[in-house]
């Protein structure tokens, strides 16, 4: 088992910037990937951003690039700097872990964190 949890979360005004992390213990080693997806009230959980534990290989959903970075430390921890903060970017933001696949979709995904509330006010 892999134990994920989230912080940084809050309220900011559009145009600023906020960083969310996501530290991760337990079965760590097993780990494929990691990354964030987002889920608004009403809205399907959609992919953020990933990154691959060994390689460090970055991926992101088309409507953060350039905007967000995710990255990782030696200390089995990932963030999430966003910056230029729309209020579209209001969701609860939920790390994941992977052992097997890098995906998109949420579905392969093995581990979730309890997620963390961003609002960016107009």
């Known amino acids: 088992q892999v134990q994920l949890v989230e912080s940084g979360g809050g309220l900011v005004q559009a145009g600023g910037s906020l960083r969310l992390s996501c530290a991760a213990s337990?079965?760590?080693?097993?780990?494929?990937?990691m990354g964030w997806f987002r889920q608004a009230p009403g809205k399907e959980r959609e992919f953020v951003a990933a990154?691959?534990?060994?390689?460090?290989?970055t991926y992101y959903a088309d409507s953060v690039k350039g905007r967000f970075t995710i990255s990782r430390d030696n200390a089995n921890t990932i963030y999430l700097q966003m910056k230029s903060l729309k209020p579209e970017d209001t969701a609860v933001y939920y790390c994941?872990?992977?052992?097997?696949?890098?995906?998109?979709?949420?579905?392969?995904?093995?581990?979730w964190g309890q997620g963390t509330q961003v609002t960016v006010s107009s």
């Open positions: 994941a872990a992977s052992d097997t696949v890098l995906s998109h979709n949420p579905q392969p995904y093995d581990y």
């Open positions: 990154i691959t534990w060994s390689s460090g290989n």
């Open positions: 337990g079965r760590v080693f097993s780990v494929y990937c």
